[in-house]
């Protein structure tokens, strides 16, 4: 056998070793279909489940006096955001679980503090009962009422939605979670 034979051929079989070791990554599982909701966005459209038909989406859940966990959860959001960007067909919606105090103003205002980048990331408000029936029933994550430290208990992990309004998974907000976040999007989006 020829010696570029030899020392070729052992190379291509470990290649397609690993080929196959990394196509068996188990299915991203369907848990539930996010029904139709309407809320407003940071510049005061009407958004809804119709804005993100045909696309991959990551939601997450603050608001803009929030005095624990929200402005890492936002800059969270905005690296899982960046390292994305080569995906077009990607979006990522915070919804506020303070519709009262976060108007489209307010959450433009916060947006820009965190440089979000609203070409592809959304912030959304609306009527109390309205946020509350998206966030809870729709997406089945927690969100509470006012308490007298201020702070709001919400969900403090992300949801992936796949391009036909299916919820894909819960992350939660720590590095491991956020790169299998970021990798199941990949999957998806592609």
Not at 2 to 20: D, H, I, Q, T, Y
Not at 106 to 121: F, G, I, K, M, T
Not at 179 to 189: E, H, N
């Amino acid at each position: 056998m020829p010696l570029g034979l030899r020392l070729g051929l052992p190379r291509l079989v470990l290649l397609a070793l690993v080929a196959a070791c990394g196509s068996d990554a188990p299915p991203i599982p369907e848990l539930a279909p996010v029904p139709e909701f309407r809320l407003t966005d940071e510049s005061g459209a009407p958004f809804g489940l119709a804005e993100l038909r045909g696309k991959v989406w990551v939601a997450n859940f603050v608001f803009t006096t929030c005095p624990t966990v929200c402005p890492m959860l936002t800059t969270q959001m905005r690296n899982v955001q960046q390292r994305l960007e080569a995906q077009p067909n990607v979006r990522f919606v915070s919804f506020s679980v303070d519709p009262a105090n976060d108007t489209p103003e307010v959450l433009r205002a916060y947006a820009e503090a965190h440089d979000a980048d609203l070409s592809s990331w959304h912030f959304l408000t609306g009527e109390t009962e309205a946020v509350r029936a998206a966030v809870v029933e729709g997406l089945h994550v927690g969100m509470g009422e006012r308490q007298p430290s201020g702070d709001i208990l919400h969900g403090t992990h992300f949801v992936l939605v796949d391009a036909n309004g299916r919820i894909r998974g819960y992350y939660r907000n720590d590095r491991e979670g956020l790169d299998d976040l970021v990798r199941d999007v990949g999957r998806l989006a592609n």
